[in-house]
């Protein structure tokens, strides 16, 4: 059975809150808020302590947050954070961690800030330094670090998460390398807005990657990131796909429309049959009205038993 997550963005605390809870209420498995710079969130862990004691059922976590440099999330605060909010929501937190973006509009962002933004091989290296610092505080174990985010000596961290020995950790990153750093250290790995073949493509490169680091297939659960216009008829659902278009301003053949969840719900049900036999164990969600739940309700009831 796929589990199906929402994900949520928005500055809108009373929306975020509303949607929230009626998220936990509708049976979705995960919930997750977005965490960085950007215009288009508050603060990611201010956010989910919110998020952890507004809901009750589902597991929760960024969308994605970073530990590529001491300035956007030192491990030892990182950790501190999720155990803060593995506490507040009953041991239901997923940590995920993203490689971050390329591009100069992307670096130029993070910079803007005085927060360095490395190339992408630095950044993966910090990320896998950062994870095992992460578990290792959750251990209890006293850290010794140099590097980038030391000199540590004798690091110790307390209390310990809810969740032993830690909170799942999901790698969110979509290159070769990213791949490889999932297959040694990941208890999950996102893709984002890729189709079902390339989807199977990459879960068939993650076993053969898991099989050389002496890790089952299934010990690595895998999601994929993807969009969800749906209306009750076809009808409905090609007006709301004209709108998303038109909001995005997208033609049709756009590649981001190759791996949407689009059309009335018996068409979206056999969208996520396809990626299930491709490999994924779950799917994140962003509906297209959000903060609007007319979608959000209507996958609940015409999709999720079927799935």
């Known amino acids: 059975m796929i589990a199906i997550g929402v994900q949520t963005w928005s500055t809108d605390v009373r929306a975020l809150a509303r949607y929230w809870r009626a998220a936990d209420a509708l049976g979705y498995a995960r919930i997750t ?10 603060d990611g862990f201010t ?10 059922r589902a597991r929760i976590g960024p969308a994605v947050t970073y530990a590529f440099d001491r300035a956007a999330h030192h491990p030892a605060w990182l950790a501190k954070r999720a155990v803060a909010v593995d506490h ?33 091989r630095t950044r993966l290296a910090r990320l896998e330094a950062a994870i095992g610092i992460v578990r290792a505080l959750w251990r209890g174990e006293a850290v ?3 590097g980038a985010f030391g000199p540590l ?20 990153a979509m290159g070769p390398a990213a ?10 790995w996102e893709a984002s807005y890729v189709g079902p073949e390339a989807f199977a493509a990459r879960c068939q ?17 895998r999601s994929v990131e993807v969009d969800v216009v749906l209306g009750r008829t076809a009808r409905a659902a090609g007006a ?68």
Do not use: C, N
């Open 33 to 42: 808020y977005g965490d960085g710079l950007f215009g288009f969130t508050h």
């Open 47 to 56: 956010l989910l302590g919110a998020l952890a004691v507004l809901t009750g």
């Open 88 to 120: 507040l929501s009953g041991g239901r937190l997923d940590l995920r961690l993203g490689v971050g973006a390329a591009g100069a509009a992307t670096a130029a962002a993070w910079t803007s800030h005085g927060i360095a933004y490395p190339p992408a």
């Open 144 to 146: 010794d670090h140099d």
């Open 153 to 172: 000596r004798g690091a110790r961290l307390a209390p310990a998460p809810v969740q032993r020995p830690g909170p799942p950790v999901w790698v969110s």
């Open 179 to 188: 791949l490889a750093l999932a297959a040694r250290l990941a208890d999950g």
């Open 205 to 221: 490169a993650l076993d053969a990657l898991l099989e050389r680091h002496g890790r089952a297939p299934g010990d690595v659960r």
């Open 240 to 307: 709301a796909l004209a709108r998303f278009r038109a909001a995005r301003g997208i033609p049709p053949d756009h590649p981001l429309l190759g791996s949407a969840l689009a059309g009335s719900p018996a068409a979206v049900v056999e969208r996520v049959a396809a990626y299930a036999k491709a490999g994924a164990t779950d799917l994140m969600l962003g509906f297209a009205d959000f903060p609007e739940t007319a979608m959000l309700e209507t996958f609940a009831a015409r999709v999720l038993p079927w799935v």
